[in-house]
Nanobody
Framework: EVQLQASGGGLVQAGGSLRLSCAAS????????IGWFRQAPGKKREGLGCISHSAGSTVYADFVKGRFTISSDNAKNMVYLQMNDLKPEDTAVYYC??????????????WGQGTQVTVSS
């Protein structure tokens, strides 16, 4: 069974940092890109970035460039989202998702359970 579980969310003050983790299982990790997404109350889910295992690279949405960094530990089937200089508008439920391909198409095959991030001003 394919499973992805995001964790590491919590309450943080503006300007602070958090590192989210995504534990993946049930599929060959290197065969799929893994993306990070978030959904704030009343808003659509939006993509933050993705790590491409085929290209060995990452891509980011413009609005998180310079603040968020995606990395992975292939030996542990883990993907991380390091978030720095957090702002109240970053408050959302954060999700990781298995891409359809080994790169980053933006289309999600399997969603993980989310983790809540709340940034106080």
């Amino acid at each position: 069974e394919v499973q992805l579980q995001a964790s590491g969310g919590g309450l943080v003050q503006a300007g602070g940092s958090l590192r989210l983790s995504c534990a993946a299982s049930g599929f060959t990790f290197d065969d799929y890109g893994i993306g990070w997404f978030r959904q704030a109350p009343g808003k659509k889910r939006e993509g933050l970035g993705c790590i491409s295992h085929s290209a060995g690279s990452t891509v980011y949405a413009d609005f998180v460039k310079g603040r968020f960094t995606i990395s992975s530990d292939n030996a542990k089937n883990m993907v991380y989202l390091q978030m720095n200089d957090l702002k109240p508008e970053d408050t959302a439920v954060y999700y990781c998702g298995q891409d359809y391909i080994s790169g980053c198409s933006g289309a999600v095959l399997t969603w993980g359970q989310g983790t809540q991030v709340t940034v106080s001003s």
